[in-house]
Each structure stands twice: as structure tokens, then as C-alpha cells.
């Protein structure tokens, strides 16, 4: 975690943010939604996004998406915006952090609407990881500075519907599949069709050293008629 942005690095302002993350406070800037509609379960929320620019990169690993090579994904992302380091980006622009830090299945476009695993060499699977732009400063890819990293990509986000439904807990493939499933049922139970296609998303918004019981996860899967 680094000072936010318009506080010149003041200490007292990096403790603030340290301490809240700690607690499990989301005080990054998240993407651009309105909530279009509450469950009367209260299980889900169907939100309506819109467009946005992240910032991607990819892997293969045959331990499923929180048991591979993770770490390393989202440090080749942070060393873009210039997490605790030198941004590794054309212009050397740090980019402040944002949430929530997007996983999913490769094949469908950028953070878009996956469609599956693909599968790479003995069994692997690829997956995705992103991290939003912040919309404040970037409405296009075009408008983000390139990557120095040639396995980072900087994609534009069309509009889209999701059902999201929200827990607490550490992210394990798992835990992830168990409430992907209820959010499918829940779902169907009203009548909301899921998209051709799509797939469930993960999104994570605190870091690791927030207790467990204090996260906030997501689980996300796009809708249609809404």
C-alpha cells in the first residue's frame, strides 16, 4: 500500500490507509455502477457497470486460480501502477490502486464475459487477473500509459449487467465454486437468465493482511433483460 494520491506521502495519511485496509475499510475508488435491482432474498444485487479501462495479464497453472501462479500475476499489475516501485509503464506515471482486483477463466475478452478455461500445455489452465483504471483519470485504453511489461495489456471494458453477490472469507477455488453455483440457482430460482456463455468472476477488494472475517469478495456473473 502506498500514499494515496493528494497527500504529498504524508506518514499520517499512510498509516490512515494501512490501518483501514487492516480493518477491511475498501477505501480505493471502485468502477462506475448503478444498482439495478436487490434480491428480495438479499443473496444478490443486479448492478449495471459502466464501460472501463483495465489493466490485464494472464496465467497458467494446473492448481486453479488461487493456487498458481497469483502472486506473481498481481505484482506484474502492480509494478504497472507503481505499487511501492518505479511504475513499469511508458511514462512513468503511477497509477493509484483501485478495487476490486478481477479474476476469472481465460477466453473471453479482457475482463469481459469468460467463457472458460483454456487449456495450455499437461492440463494447465489459463486465467485472468485485472485491475480497474481508475475512471477518475481514464475513460479509454488509450487515454492509460502503455506497459513496459509485454505481458500487461491496457483493454477497454464495454458496459454490461452482473449479479453479485458479496461474502467474506479468503478466496479459495473452492469457496468460489460453492457460491458461483448459488448465485446461478438464486438466479434461475427468479427467472434472471444468465448470459450465454458466461462465467463466474471472482473479485477481491482487500488485501492479504486483512483478517479473513473482514474481506469483502464478490462473485460476478453477467445477466441479461435487466
Known sequence: IRPREGHGGDARCHEHVVMGSVLGKVTEELPRHDVVKKAASGFYEIR???????????????KGMFEGDQGGSFMRLAKYI??????????????????PVLMSHAGGKAADT?????????GESTYKMAFFMP?????????????????????????????????SGNLRQALITDRGEELRRALEADGVEAKRGAEVMAAGYNPPWTPWFLKTN?????????
Do not use: C, W
Open 218 to 226: 464478490e462473485v460476478m456473473l453477467e445477466v441479461t433483460g435487466m
Open 114 to 122: 469468460p467463457v472458460g478455461p483454456s487449456e495450455g500445455s499437461e
Open 135 to 167: 475512471a477518475s483519470r481514464f475513460s479509454k485504453a488509450s487515454d492509460a500509459p502503455n506497459p513496459t511489461n509485454p505481458n500487461v495489456t491496457i483493454k477497454d471494458v464495454p458496459s454490461r449487467t452482473l449479479a453479485v453477490h458479496t461474502f
Open 48 to 62: 449495471r457497470y459502466a464501460p472501463a479501462v483495465v489493466a490485464e495479464t494472464s496465467y497458467a497453472t494446473k
Open 82 to 99: 507503481g505499487v511501492m516501485a518505479k511504475p513499469q509503464n511508458d511514462t512513468t506515471t503511477a497509477i493509484s490502486m483501485t478495487a
